[in-house]
């Protein structure tokens, strides 16, 4: 196993190469000159020079190139350049935040999600699992912004059960008072969906010849869902956690701006918008790295979850 | 037993005096419609860090707090100065006594504000290093101050001598300074009362050279508790500070805003409020919903979005009437305006709308007079602005109220008439209308594609423009690629708005003055006549005789139309009643400490 996970991760090297030059060049051709950003209101071309060279974008693209790369292999991305606060350090003190929204919204809704999908695929065709599969297509048809503004309207505002936004030092008066009402948003609108998906996994597995088997044997019905149905479903759902496993770490900016939660989508749209490449670069390299340690975890994992899986 | 049975007593007394202590703190919360960016007053430009700096730092002149028109009072100046020397010298006295904020680098010493802090914060607009937004306040100004520039950019390390005597800053004592500008300025007073003019302690800066926005530390009224980057700000009373009494002298006892202050604050040791706390929320509903909930006890800059829920007809709503909700309604000294590019090529190519001859005067001042800015202010703005009549904004000195003029009134068929007489003609019947050369005319239209409200506008202008028959095309941009546009001439007609950094007609004016084409002058209008009159303004004092030159460059601009006036936006705020005294400034953005809070309806509001 060891000599697989140390292949996997020096292939990663060459994908990690072409987000650093996708991200370069990107912001280099369309990312506007921060230099005007930052220069305010009236501002003459040498002072746009003085900044453009304090920001070292004035340096040939090679040469900001190689330093992109080094800030990456370094970890080591600077200041920002709209606040001068470290890059590392609003790294760390975003993400926080944004897991003690969506850690929570990843458990709960995966919890339920699963419960609920091996449930109505247990009842399928009846008129339950129609009215469920209906209700979750017209939950999905809803856009999230609509989500948001209704729930924080209705729960926030109109029946007073949640505060509408804030956050606070506490971490636990955040889980009790602040996180609650985000989570209850996210998990409501990423049920329909995930139930749906989990439904077709496990309708997938329940048409399966070892099911007819198991239940031609004898097998009490209970039985043959919770361990040989779900067991075997868990792989394509252990997928799907992989795949958001990510998002969790960069948040839903949406959820962060209407809430004021000080997190790391918000800080990608404000650095967006103020042209502030350090915070981007980081954020997408971290994303991207962090997306292949999980894909990594994953493929690890399906070995403890199926037997039949071996790593080559 | 019985003196445990004491000590439970005295624990219960102390507990619950502790208690009383804290309920009658007064706390203010608001949020900020945009996160801020830092606290350094010399780096940043920005009004929600700038309103915070209000706050904890203090200028040699400010505002008064009730005056309107505006009107300038000394604060850490003993006197507002006499100009000396043509307008050329300002010598100021600071009041002794006056200290910084505590904090560790002062090693637990007092440290009283002196003229060297007025000197090293006013050279640090000049610091290459510090790229200040507001270095053009201090550009070809002090003399002297430009050469030391010029010595730092030369220097290997980019290294600002803040030793050097410079003949335009002299510190004659411990309290005395003295400017001498290289030309008349009768605008230096306003420039030295702005937020962001203000003394730092030069070892302060020093010690936390590598995080100034962190560690603001000045002589204000406040001083920065807690900071957690683009979510909450808080600020607590300075014990170090003096306090103030609320001058009256200005007040209009007329104005029930005044009275209301006048009533409230009387004869009391501001600031009042003993803490405020700021959250910064970009998205309108929370913000709005954060104040319905009593989370917040003002909301200052209604979302547009709200203003029919909250002021159905013009009038407050009777739920927030019945609550004792009060509404300040604010002009903003501010202008948008579309400019047009004055150069005969843009973009590469012939200008269609650049140049002085009579066709292209026509073919803009029909634009001007095609554009529905009824419209905009109805359906866009919801009827929160006024339209524009001069490019100078309201409750700015110089500004003419009376002022009313039909060049920029919204009048199609004069537009079509205008276009028909200087030859712009449909020749082809495809529905659009050519040059007088029978040339296609298409006329470009930048504006930033990351906002709402200018793809809003984008999509009127070019409706208006329809009607009349110009064919438009609408170019969405990135908001840095557009003020580099404009900067840069790259552009044919576009969004801009300005908003007043001092309350004179000189701050709008110089958008179009000539020699400022490349900085603010986005038109690049050059016209001698119209700088002639620029450069004899700006020598004089405020008075009647450059008003009138006011007047005369104000009619040049309607005449020749680099730009097609937008409006001047109301905005509206709001607070609970238990927040005594307010009236919000034009041109200060913050009014916290000439705030008070009635704890006990607060609390008894949220029961």
Not at chain 2, 122 to 140: A, M, T, V
Not at chain 2, 395 to 414: L, N, S, W
Request: aromatic share 12%.
């Amino acid at each position: 196993m060891a000599a697989y996970v140390i292949r996997r991760l020096w292939q990663m090297f060459p994908t990690i190469l072409g987000v650093i030059l996708l991200i370069f060049f990107l912001f280099n051709w369309v990312g506007g000159d921060p230099a005007q950003v930052l220069a305010g209101k009236i501002s003459n071309p040498e002072q746009i020079a003085n900044i453009r060279k304090q920001l070292g974008v004035d340096e040939p693209v090679l040469y900001q190139l190689w330093v992109f790369v080094k800030q990456v292999f370094t970890f080591d991305f600077g200041r920002s350049w709209s606040t001068n606060e470290e890059v590392s350090r609003i790294l760390l003190t975003r993400v926080g935040p944004t897991l003690t929204i969506m850690v929570p919204v990843l458990v709960i809704e995966t919890v339920l999600a699963v419960t609920f999908a091996i449930m109505v695929a247990y009842v399928r065709g009846t008129l339950t699992d129609r009215t469920i599969m209906i209700v979750c297509t017209v939950a999905m048809s809803i856009s999230f912004l609509v989500y948001i503004i209704v729930f924080q309207w209705l729960f926030g505002f109109i029946l007073g059960w949640f505060p509408v936004q804030g956050w606070s030092e506490s971490f636990w008066k955040n889980l009790a008072t602040y996180a609650p009402l985000p989570i209850l948003l996210a998990v409501a609108v990423g049920l329909a969906p995930q139930l749906r998906l989990y439904r077709s996994f496990f309708l997938d597995e329940i048409n399966q010849d070892y099911v007819r088997t198991a239940r031609a044997k004898g097998v009490p019905e209970k039985t043959v869902m919770m361990k040989h149905v779900l067991r075997n479903a868990l792989i394509p759902i252990l997928t799907n956690i992989g795949i958001s496993l990510p998002g969790v770490f960069v948040g839903s900016f949406l959820l962060e701006v209407f809430f004021s939660i000080p997190g790391l989508g918000r800080e990608i749209i404000t650095a967006v918008n103020r042209s502030d490449f350090p915070v981007i670069k980081a954020v997408t390299v971290y994303l991207a790295v962090l997306t292949m340690l999980i894909n990594l975890l994953v493929d690890v994992m399906y070995k403890y979850v199926d037997p039949r899986v071996s790593f080559k | 037993m019985n003196l445990r049975v004491a000590a439970f007593v005295l624990a219960a007394v102390l507990a619950g005096g502790s208690i009383a202590a804290v309920a009658q703190k007064k706390v203010l919360k608001m949020a900020f419609r945009t996160a801020e960016t830092g606290f350094d007053p010399q780096r940043i430009d920005d009004r929600y860090s700038v309103g915070v700096c209000e706050n904890l730092f203090e200028g040699l002149l400010t505002y008064d707090y009730l005056a309107r028109p505006v009107k300038l009072v000394p604060l850490t100046a003993e006197a507002i100065p006499v100009p000396e020397e043509g307008g050329t010298r300002y010598t100021f006295r600071i009041r002794p006594g006056i200290l910084f904020g505590d904090d560790p680098v002062f090693k637990g010493a007092k440290r009283e504000l002196t003229a060297m802090d007025v000197e090293y914060a006013i050279k640090r607009f000049r610091d290459p290093r510090n790229r200040s937004p507001y270095e053009w306040l201090f550009e070809n100004k002090i003399v002297g101050l430009d050469e030391l520039h010029e010595r730092a950019k030369k220097d290997p390390k980019g290294a600002f001598d803040y030793e050097a005597k410079i003949p335009g800053i002299t510190v004659r004592d411990r309290y005395t300074v003295s400017f001498k500008l290289k030309e008349p300025d009768f605008n230096f007073l306003y420039v030295l009362a702005m937020p962001n003019v203000v003394p730092v302690a030069r070892e302060v800066i020093e010690a936390y050279a590598s995080d100034t926005h962190a560690h603001p530390v000045g002589t204000g009224p406040y001083v920065l508790k807690e900071w957690v980057r683009r979510s909450k700000i808080v600020l607590e009373k300075n014990p170090n500070h003096r306090g103030y009494e609320l001058d009256t002298r200005y007040a209009n006892s007329q104005d029930e805003w005044d009275r209301r202050a006048m009533d409230s604050l009387r004869g009391k040791r501001l600031p009042l409020i003993d803490r405020v706390e700021i959250y910064p929320i970009e998205d309108e509903q929370p913000r709005f919903l954060a104040f319905l909930n009593k989370e917040h006890d003002i909301l200052d800059e209604l979302p547009f979005a709200f203003i029919h829920q909250v002021l159905p007809n013009g009038k407050l709503s009777a739920a927030l009437a019945k609550q004792g909700v009060h509404n300040f309604q604010e002009l903003q000294p501010e202008l948008t305006y579309y400019p047009f590019n004055m150069n005969e090529k843009a973009e590469g190519r012939p200008n269609p709308v650049g140049g002085y001859g009579p066709e292209r005067v026509a073919l803009r001042r029909a634009m001007v007079l095609a554009y529905d800015v009824d419209a905009e202010i109805q359906i866009l703005r919801k009827g929160q602005a006024l339209p524009a009549q001069t490019p100078i904004a309201p409750g700015i000195v110089g500004y003419d109220g009376e002022f009313k003029t039909a060049a920029q009134a919204h009048d199609p068929p004069r537009a079509k008439a205008l276009l028909d007489m200087f030859g712009y003609a449909d020749r082809d019947g495809d529905g659009w209308r050519e040059t007088p050369e029978g040339k296609p005319l298409m006329v470009p239209f930048k504006y930033d594609g990351g906002s709402q409200e200018k793809r809003q506008l984008a999509e009127l202008w070019q409706k208006s423009m329809a009607e009349i028959g110009i064919r438009v095309e609408s170019q969405a941009v990135m908001f840095a690629d557009l003020l580099k546009d404009k900067k840069v001439s790259n552009f044919v007609t576009a969004t801009s708005a300005w908003i007043a950094d001092y309350p004179d007609a000189q701050n709008f004016l110089q958008l179009l003055y000539g020699p400022n084409t490349g900085q603010s002058n986005e038109a690049s209008f050059k016209l001698p006549e119209y700088d002639k009159l620029y450069e004899k303004s700006v020598q004089l004092p405020d008075g009647p005789e450059r008003n009138a030159l006011y007047r005369e460059m104000n009619r040049l601009i309607l005449a020749y139309a680099p730009w097609r006036l937008g409006v001047h936006r109301i905005f509206n705020h709001l607070q609970y009643p238990w927040v005594k005294g307010y009236k919000k400034h034009p041109i200060l953005y913050t009014n916290f400490k000439y705030l008070d809070i009635d704890v006990a309806a607060q609390q008894a509001a949220m029961k």
